[in-house]
Every structure is written in structure tokens, then in C-alpha cells.
């Protein structure tokens, strides 16, 4: 009986260790491995962007929530984190409950796919690679206005639309305004 526990209990975590080194890998093939941003960045990245209580921010791979928990926080706005690994998304809207931000809003989806059209902020962090595919959707669906902060990668095809690049603790992140 006890080694059928033993079994089950070792079967349990294979599982879960298997489930999220999977998903590890389908976020990195999708978009960009897991990578947190230094939370000591964000008021620095951040720094001059101004957002309402009635506007919404997105972070594309939203990763363990942070910036989208840290957004709702600061500008009191809704704030939306797409994200595709499951645990990531459950440890996000854990961290939502226990900090009572109920504008922070975390969506187990691809961001591929994500309705972007109300953001009036978007923040990423991904990898070389996303960026042509990234600027083609937020050109396509994002509205006029929307700022785009872009942590590490430039958007090459948006050198009109870039208005700072600067370095926070020596890493580079690129602001832009759609027109
Ligand atoms: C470099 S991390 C950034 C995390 C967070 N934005 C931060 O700066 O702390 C990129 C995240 O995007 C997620 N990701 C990659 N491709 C994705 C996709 N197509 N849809 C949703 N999430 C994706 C990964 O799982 C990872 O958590």
C-alpha cells in the first residue's frame, strides 16, 4: 500500500515536472523562452509612460505576471498578461488574489492570437526573431496611439515609429508610438 503511494506520489510530480518543462519549450518555440524582467527596471522602463484607470495594458508573454501586476498597481488601469505556460498563468493569478488587484487579468493563450485592439499599452520581451511578426500584428490590429515598450528588441521595421531608446541598468528597451 505504501509503495503504491510512493508510486503515485513519484507518477504526480514526473507529470508535473514533464508538463512544465513541455510547456517551457512550447513558449520558447512560439515566441521566446522564460526570462523575467529585474523588477528594479520597471520604474525606469516605465518612466514618462502615463496610463488611466480606464486604460488597458498588455504584456505579450506575460511570463510569472510581474509587470502586469505591477501596472495594475501603479496606473490603477486594467491589465492583461497572455501567457502560454499553464503554471505561470496559475502562479500570476495567484499572486493577483493574494495582492487583491482585481484589474490584473491573466489569459492562458497564445499572444499570437491575442485581441490586442483595446490595449493602449503593450509591453514585450521576447526574442530577435518575434519582432518582424510582432510589429506586422500590432500594425494590424493595435490602435491609434498605442504605445509599444519593447524590452531588449527593436522592432526594425518601425524606425518611424520609434520615440526613445534608452538603457536601464544597462538593458536596452525601445518605446514606440503607432500613429
Ligand atoms: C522573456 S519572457 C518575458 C516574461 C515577462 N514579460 C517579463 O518581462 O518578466 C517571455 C514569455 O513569453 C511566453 N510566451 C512565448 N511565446 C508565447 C506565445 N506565443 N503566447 C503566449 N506566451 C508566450 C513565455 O512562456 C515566457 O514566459
Not at 73 to 92: D, Q, T
Not at 96 to 120: G, H, M, Q, T, Y
Not at 143 to 160: C, H, L, N, P, Y
Request: hydrophobic residues 45%.
Amino acid at each position: 500500500m505504501i509503495e503504491l503511494g510512493v508510486l503515485l506520489i513519484f507518477l504526480g510530480v514526473a507529470a508535473g515536472v514533464g508538463t512544465g518543462v513541455i510547456f517551457l519549450i512550447v513558449g520558447e518555440m512560439r515566441g521566446a523562452p522564460f526570462v523575467a524582467t529585474d523588477k528594479r527596471l520597471l520604474e525606469s522602463m516605465f518612466a514618462g509612460i502615463i496610463l488611466k484607470p480606464q486604460d488597458t495594458f498588455v504584456d505579450l508573454g506575460s511570463g510569472d505576471g510581474r509587470i502586469v501586476l505591477w501596472a495594475a498597481k501603479k496606473f490603477g488601469c486594467r491589465s492583461v498578461g497572455y501567457e502560454i505556460h499553464p503554471w505561470l498563468v496559475w502562479w500570476s493569478r495567484w499572486k493577483a488574489r493574494e495582492n487583491k488587484l482585481k484589474k490584473a487579468e491573466f489569459k492562458r493563450e497564445d499572444f499570437w492570437k491575442a485581441d490586442i485592439s483595446l490595449a493602449d499599452c503593450v509591453f514585450c520581451y521576447l526574442v530577435p526573431r518575434s519582432m518582424e511578426r510582432l510589429g506586422l500584428k500590432l500594425e494590424r490590429e493595435g490602435k491609434r496611439g498605442m504605445t509599444v515598450i519593447s524590452r531588449a528588441f527593436e522592432i526594425k521595421r518601425w524606425k518611424d515609429k520609434l520615440i526613445l531608446r534608452k538603457e536601464v541598468m544597462g538593458k536596452r528597451v525601445y518605446v514606440y508610438t503607432m500613429p
